[in-house]
Every structure is written in structure tokens, then in C-alpha cells.
């Protein structure tokens, strides 16, 4: 990276990559394809999309609410810009929900902490790890043409801006955090302490899915698409491929999140070393 991070020079040029990539579309006029019955089935039995859609929502009031707090001008455009995205994702969600007859409706909005910047920032760490588990999904889904790919196609361009979302975020945390002084050890060792909140966040929205629903009607019918040969060591690699993959497209002097995927591809360095030694570890037993 050319650009000293913290910058002026650096937040004019995250801020100017984030705006100049947005792209203009209408959720309601998109190719959404027509599904046959076995697949609006698959379609209407995901589990997660009342809460999908909840989080799309929040993320669009979250961003919105936080807005008038940015005192720089270029960030706040910025942020707009992400706030619209956010506010496209959940209309783009209600229209599929609306067009396949999908069970979900709107749930009340909780109130946010007073302190909105830490609303943003949580949220934002929320992003980084849900878009990173997010990658390795969207690739096993595809891969199993759960869902004609005309409709992975528009959850495409939804994925994309999730990427440029996290990416301005990482970005705008270092200029924040340079221009409050706080040195790189810190900064990681904050970062590392959000990531433990929101992987604490969705581990209690996995234990309340499986509580509501227990599982079941997922399950038993249509998880075996996405479950049969599944590995734990191939959902961890996809995730980290996907992430590599996805990142090439942005600007090499945009910094990038990086503790998800040292973390991921730590583990699965570990994961071959298992592979590769228990034979023997097995024969010496
Ligand atoms: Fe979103
Ligand atoms: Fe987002």
C-alpha cells in the first residue's frame, strides 16, 4: 500500500473507491427468474429469511442513523451511499419474499445505544464476519444449484456490495483510529475484541434459529443439498478462497480485512498438517 493509512490523502481515496463503485439498480425490475415448483419449495424453506431480512433492515437504520454523526464531508457522503445500499438490500429481500410467496414479515426495529459510532463500528465488525462465513455459503449453495442461477446472479451483485461495505469500513476504522492516535497494536487488539462480539451475536442468532424451528423442516428436507460431503476443512477453505478472490477486484492500496482470513488460513494449515499425520498417528495407535 503507497498510501500512509490514516491519511488525508488515504480517506479521500477510499472514500472516492466506495462512491465511484456504486452501481444503479431497481430491486423490483431485476431478471428474478421463474422457479418451478421443487424449487420454490427449496426457496421457501430456507430458514433464515425473516432474519435476513431483519439485518438488512437494521443495517439500513443503523448506517442512516449514524450519518449525522460524520463530520467529515467526504465520509458522510460515503456513508449515505452505503446507507442507500443497505436500505436497497432489504427492498431487494421483501421483493423476492413478496414474489415467491416466502413466509417472513417485518419484525420490530430494536432501539440503538445511544452511542451510534459504536453502533456503526459493531456492525460493521459484524459485517466483516458475516460476509466471510458469507463467501464459503454463497459457493456451496452455487455449487449445489440449490437455486437456478439466475437467482445467484442477483444475490451477486448483493455480495458485492457487502465486500465494498466492509472494505470502506476497515478502511474508515483506520483513518479513525490514526486520527485518535491509537497506535497499530491497539488497533488490532480492538478489532480482535469486536470480531468476539459479533461472533458471540451470531452464535446466539444460530442457537435462536434452531430453537424456532428446531432444525427440523430444514433439515430433514432440503439441508442434505447443501450438507451431503460437506467438511468443515472445504467450508473453511472456500471461505478463504472466496474472500481472496473477492478482494482482487478492489484497489491493492485499499487496505483490507485481514484477521478473518490469517485466522481461516491458519486453520487450515493446521487442518492438512491433521490430515497429513493421522494415518500415522492412527497406525501408532
Ligand atoms: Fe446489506
Ligand atoms: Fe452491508
Known sequence: MSLKAG?????????????????????????????????????????????????????GA?????????????????????????????HLIRVMIERYGIDATEQPMDAFPEDL???????????????????????????????????????????????????????????????????????????????????RRLLGLVRRGQDANDGKDFAVTQANFFLDGFSFGKFVEDCYRENARRMKAFDPDLMQPRLLPSVAGLALRGLRLWDRRRPQIQKAA
Open 62 to 90: 443503523i448506517v442512516n442513523a449514524f450519518l449525522p454523526y460524520v463530520s467529515d464531508p467526504v465520509v458522510r457522503e460515503a456513508v449515505a451511499l452505503q446507507g442507500v445500499e443497505e436500505t436497497r438490500h432489504a
Open 117 to 199: 459510532e459504536t453502533a456503526f463500528i459493531d456492525f460493521g465488525f459484524g459485517e466483516c464476519l458475516d460476509a466471510f462465513l458469507g463467501f464459503g455459503a454463497f459457493k456451496t449453495a452455487r455449487q449445489s444449484e440449490f437455486l437456478p442461477s439466475g437467482m445467484f446472479d442477483i444475490f451477486d451483485v448483493l455480495m458485492l456490495e457487502e465486500t465494498r461495505h466492509i472494505v470502506f469500513f476497515i478502511n474508515y476504522m483506520a483513518w479513525r483510529e490514526k486520527r485518535r492516535g491509537h497506535v497499530a497494536i491497539t488497533r488490532a487488539l480492538k478489532s480482535a475484541w469486536f470480531y468476539g462480539r459479533a461472533a
Open 7 to 59: 491519511s488525508e490523502e488515504h480517506k479521500a481515496f477510499f472514500c472516492r473507491q466506495f462512491i465511484d463503485t456504486y452501481q444503479e439498480y431497481d430491486p423490483e425490475t431485476l431478471p428474478w427468474p421463474e422457479l418451478d415448483d421443487a424449487a420454490l419449495a427449496r426457496l421457501r424453506a430456507v430458514p433464515f429469511w425473516q432474519e435476513v431480512y431483519h439485518t438488512e433492515r437494521r443495517a
